[in-house]
């Protein structure tokens, strides 16, 4: 029954280190000290097996204490775990000489304390077991005098036959380096030949630079008469294979008490340290990929500034962000788009210089770092490549994945003098390559810290606007090409800032959807859109339906049925006058989900259309399972139809497609006379657009309806 004795000042530590050493074994004890005075007076009077005592404690230090406990003639074989915070290798050197054993840094990995602790009280019991035997054998030496000769013959077969039976390498060697013996264990392991090997000088055995070693530490045991504390060593068994050993060495004594030798022990640790190398690599690399992590790459970081300060080199770092990855794992699931992000791992790899390094920070947002970078036109030819090869298309599950990247880029010393000021600068300039629409990079630059610090304001702005009812609903006539009547309208969001005036919402509303402000605002749209409609018919205006937009957010965070029948039940307005625009990705999301909830409110008359269609996935098999009746061509393909061949096949497609599922056709985006000509040729119903009219405030929407301006085209 193993007692291990815990001394640390802080409660909460005392606490985990004796549950944790409890758990080493079955039927192991523990007692746990605050001071360390107090635990020397209790190790006065007794011997524990294994001693874990933290370095930084009141009254004294970690070396202090085990200088005291090694003073102790029956502690001085007991093993000494130091926990420490400190990296510094000063606080190690001291509690070495003071007589520790093992190491573990805070905070302790449970697994990683329970295997050095398992491993130690291991070593500790076969030293117990020698002592105890070597004493038995002392006791029966004393029986007779008579049989002196005997007994001390049979005592040598008996001590060697208990040493064969330790799982361990001993092994004895005298004051000039030649081998006394070697036990069972030593010789099935290293294959020697215990026969051949005594009486060998140890440079014949190990070789003369294993020996040249092991001779160093033996005359540090002569020249002091104390045991060595326990070193790690590597050997190479018999078949070759690299091992790692515990080893311990101790003077041996004749009766006289001169030293005639050196003993050996050393405790195979090889799967120990697997396991430590192991935890090693875990904390290091993303589990996904494999790669570095933010941890390592900020190591091997401060690394390359200190040897660029020295060598007057530079270093480069590129942030690279996967634009409109949440899309995919909202379409496709997580699955598809953790396979996306090993591929672009792999791209990645395969991609960058030679001793350069990619890590996985998380998410999709990837780091490259760049030792001895001559000048900009090293990283901005990479991030050209990088940008080229993640542009690739990739296929899964029967899905084309055109990924694209954003990079930013800063550099050593110009951007940052430290590890956190490049990251912040390549974060800052990534996210402004971003906001250009992505598929580019940007170097970083000194305005970046300004900008960011003006994002974090508008958000704290945005947080507050629906409070301070500073949004607004313009609106936009929906013609029909073949009466020039307004059909309908899109209610389109302005925000009004106290400071900055009118705000578009593509400034603000992509910041609303990662925040998740998007979901009161587009509440309060549709409730505000749905009350002006009902305003507008007790005025007596003509019938038009009113469209408003839906996120793919509000379907995750909010019960659409319900919201939409409390929004219509409050306003009045009839179910047919409204009109949500979705967009593919919520249709793709969840789709049993959304088809439920779409079916229900097409029963109560609400209508469906599919926004800025054409620009999402390829898969178009979701349209026959929702109940749409309205696709709006995105006027991406509508403002170059007339000298793009390909925007105009295509928008023929989409509307020969409409036809074909009897849907209503709506194009947005239709600035000039040539555009309208030419969609009410291939037969689409309807157009919105500046040729029509701009986004306007009610009252000016509400005036087209007088009887001379509501004809809004001549078709």
Not at 390 to 415: K, R
Not at 454 to 476: C, K
Request: charged content about 25%; proline content about 5%; overall charge negative.
């Amino acid at each position: 029954m193993a007692l291990v004795v815990i001394v640390d000042d802080q409660p909460t530590n005392r606490q985990i280190f004796t549950r944790i050493a409890a758990s080493i074994e079955e039927g192991t004890q523990v007692r746990a000290f605050a001071d360390p005075r107090t635990a020397l007076e209790w190790l006065a009077e007794n011997t524990p097996d294994l001693l874990v005592t933290d370095y930084n404690m009141p009254h004294m230090d970690g070396a202090e204490f085990i200088s005291a406990v090694r003073g102790m003639p029956a502690l001085v074989d007991v093993p000494v775990i130091v926990i420490t915070v400190f990296e510094d290798r000063t606080y190690r050197i001291a509690a070495l000489d003071a007589g520790a054993t093992d190491f573990l840094q805070s905070p302790v990995d449970h697994r990683e304390f329970v295997t050095r602790a398992r491993n130690l009280l291991k070593l500790r019991q076969q030293q117990l077991l020698l002592a105890d035997r070597a004493k038995n054998l002392k006791r029966e030496l004393e029986v007779s005098e008579r049989a002196l000769e005997r007994t001390i013959r049979d005592s040598r077969d008996r001590l060697a036959q208990v040493i064969d039976t330790v799982p361990a390498l001993i092994s004895a060697t005298d004051c000039d380096g030649k081998f006394l013996f070697v036990n069972a264990y030593h010789s099935k392991v290293t294959g020697l030949d215990p026969a051949k090997v005594v009486g060998c000088d140890s440079s014949e055995v190990l070789g003369e630079e294993g020996a040249s070693r092991n001779k160093a530490l033996d005359r540090m045991v002569l020249a002091s008469g104390k045991p060595l504390n326990s070193y790690e060593e590597e050997i190479n068994d018999a078949q070759g294979k690299r091992r790692v050993f515990l080893t311990t060495k101790s003077p041996l004594r004749d009766p006289s008490n001169e030293i005639t030798g050196i003993l050996t022990s050393s405790l195979d640790i090889t799967d120990r340290k697997a396991a430590e190398n192991h935890l090693q690599h875990i904390a290091r690399h993303d589990a996904l990929t494999g790669l570095p992590n933010r941890t390592l790459i900020r190591d091997q970081l401060r690394k390359e500034i200190a040897r660029a300060r020295r060598g007057d080199r530079k270093v480069g770092l590129q942030m690279l962000d996967i634009d409109r990855f949440k899309s995919v794992n909202d379409a496709l699931g997580h699955s598809v788009g953790d396979r996306l992000l090993k591929a672009i791992a792999q791209r990645l790899r395969v991609t960058v210089r030679e001793g350069d390094v990619v890590a996985r920070l998380g998410g999709d947002e990837f780091a490259i770092l760049m030792s001895d970078v001559k000048g900009p036109s090293d990283t901005t030819q990479l991030a050209e490549k990088i940008i080229d090869v993640i542009g690739q298309p990739l296929f899964f599950e029967g899905h084309e994945i055109n990924p694209t990247a954003s990079i930013g880029i800063s550099m050593h010393p110009d951007d940052g003098g430290d590890v956190d000021s490049l990251m912040k600068s390549a974060d800052l300039a990534m996210y402004r390559a971003k906001a250009h629409g992505g598929s580019s990079y940007e170097f970083a630059s000194a305005g970046m810290a300004d900008r960011a610090r003006d994002a974090i304001v508008l958000e704290a702005d945005l947080r507050r606007a629906l409070q301070r009812e500073e949004f607004r609903l313009y609106y936009q006539p929906q013609v029909d090409l073949k009466t020039g009547e307004i059909v309908g309208t899109e209610a389109l969001l302005r925000w009004q800032h106290p400071v900055k005036g009118m705000i578009s919402p593509g400034a603000f509303l992509p910041l609303a959807e990662q925040n998740g402000q998007i979901v009161p605002i587009n509440e309060w749209v549709m409730r505000e859109a749905c009350r002006q409609a009902m305003t507008w018919i007790e005025e007596g205006l003509p019938p038009i339906r009113i469209a408003v937009n839906l996120s793919p957010v509000q379907f995750r965070k909010q019960n659409m049925r319900a919201l939409v029948t409390e929004i219509l039940e409050t306003s009045g307005l009839p179910p047919g006058r409204l009109d949500l625009e979705l967009t593919e990705t919520i249709l793709m999301e969840n789709s049993e989900v959304v088809t439920n909830d779409l079916l229900f409110l097409q029963k109560l008359g609400v209508g469906f259309s599919i926004d800025d269609f054409g620009t999402g996935y390829s898969s178009l098999g979701y349209i026959k399972r929702f109940p749409v009746a309205r696709l709006k061509i995105d006027q991406g393909f509508i403002r170059n139809l007339e000298t793009d061949p390909n925007d105009a096949a295509i928008i023929k497609a989409i509307i020969g497609l409409g036809k074909s599922l009897n849907l209503s056709i709506t194009a947005e985006g239709v600035e000039t006379e040539e555009q309208a000509a030419f969609l009410r040729k291939e037969g689409c119903d309807e157009v919105q657009g500046y040729y029509f009219g701009r986004p306007m405030p009610p009252e000016s929407f509400a005036e087209l309806f007088r009887p001379k301006a509501r004809l809004v085209y001549s078709a």
